[in-house]
C-alpha cells in the first residue's frame, strides 16, 4: 500500500509569507504527527492528530498551527515565515494514537525561508 | 523535560567492524524506545522498537539493541557493518500511554568504508 504522502516536496517562500503543507496518512492509519527536522536542532515534535483532535503539541509559537480532515488528512500552516523555519518538515502516520505500531515516515516537504 | 542523548555524532568504521552506538534518555517513567534510520536521500525508517518484554530487540538489517532500564540506555548494535549502512542513526523516545510524540536524539553519522 501507498505510503506517507507529503506536498509539496520542495518550496521556497520569503519572510512574512505563509505556507501550508499537506500530508496524506497511510490509508487507515488515523493518527498523523509533525515533525522538524533542521541541522542545528535535529528532528522536533510540532503537532500530532487523531481523528481531527489535537492530542499533543509540541513547543512551537503559535505560528505553527495544524488540522486534520475526516479522511484523516493532515496539514499544517506556518504563517508570518521567518528565515529559522527553514526545515524539512516531516509528517508521519500510524495506526491509532498510542498503539504499539510503526510510526512511518513521509520523505518531507523542504520549505527554504529568503 | 525529556531528552536523549546520542554519545556519537560522526562514527566512521571499515567493513566488517563491529558498530555500537550509544543512546541515553532521561526520563523515569514508561518508555518506548526506537531506533530509525536515515540513508542518503530517503526518509526515516524504523531500525527496531522495544515497547516491552525481553530488553534484547532485533530489527532488520542485522541490527540489534539493548534495553537497560538501570542505565536509561538503548545502545544499538551490529556485529558486521557493511558499505550500505552508511546513513544517520536516530535513536528516539516515546512516553508511554496515548501518543506519538517522539523524543529524538541529535542523530549518528556512519560512514563505512569499504
Known amino acids: 500500500k501507498a505510503g506517507v504522502t507529503q506536498t509539496p516536496r520542495y518550496l521556497i517562500k520569503t519572510r512574512g509569507q505563509q505556507v501550508t503543507l499537506s500530508c496524506s496518512p497511510i490509508s487507515g492509519h488515523r493518527s498523523v504527527s509533525w515533525y522538524q527536522q533542521t541541522p542545528g536542532q535535529g528532528l522536533q515534535f510540532l503537532f500530532e492528530y487523531f481523528s481531527e483532535t489535537q492530542r499533543n503539541k509540541g513547543n512551537f509559537p503559535g505560528r505553527f498551527s495544524g488540522r486534520q480532515f475526516s479522511n484523516s488528512r493532515s496539514e499544517m500552516n506556518v504563517s508570518t515565515l521567518e528565515l529559522g523555519d527553514s526545515a524539512l518538515y516531516l509528517c508521519?502516520?500510524?495506526?491509532?494514537?498510542?498503539?504499539?505500531?510503526?510510526?512511518?515516515f513521509g520523505e518531507g516537504s523542504r520549505l527554504t525561508v529568503l | 523535560a525529556q531528552s536523549v542523548s546520542q554519545h556519537n555524532h560522526h562514527v566512521i568504521l571499515s567493513e566488517a567492524a563491529s558498530l555500537e552506538l550509544g543512546c541515553n534518555y532521561s526520563y523515569g517513567g514508561t518508555v518506548n524506545l526506537f531506533w530509525y534510520v536515515q540513508y542518503p536521500g530517503q526518509h526515516l525508517q524504523l531500525l527496531l522498537k522495544?515497547?516491552?518484554?525481553?530488553?534484547l530487540v532485533k530489527g532488520i538489517k542485522g541490527f540489534e539493541a539493548e534495553f537497560i532500564k538501570s542505565k536509561f540506555s538503548f545502545n544499538l548494535r551490529k556485529p558486521s557493518v557493511q558499505w550500505s549502512d552508511t546513513a544517520e542513526y536516530f535513536c528516539?523516545?516515546?512516553?508511554?500511554?496515548?501518543?506519538?510524540?517522539?523524543?529524538f536524539g541529535t542523530g549518528t553519522l556512519l560512514a563505512v568504508q569499504p
Open positions: 528516539a523516545v516515546m512516553r508511554g500511554g496515548a501518543t506519538n510524540k517522539l523524543i
Open positions: 522495544y515497547f516491552s518484554g525481553d530488553p
Open positions: 508521519a502516520s500510524r495506526a491509532a494514537s498510542g498503539s504499539t505500531g510503526e510510526l512511518f
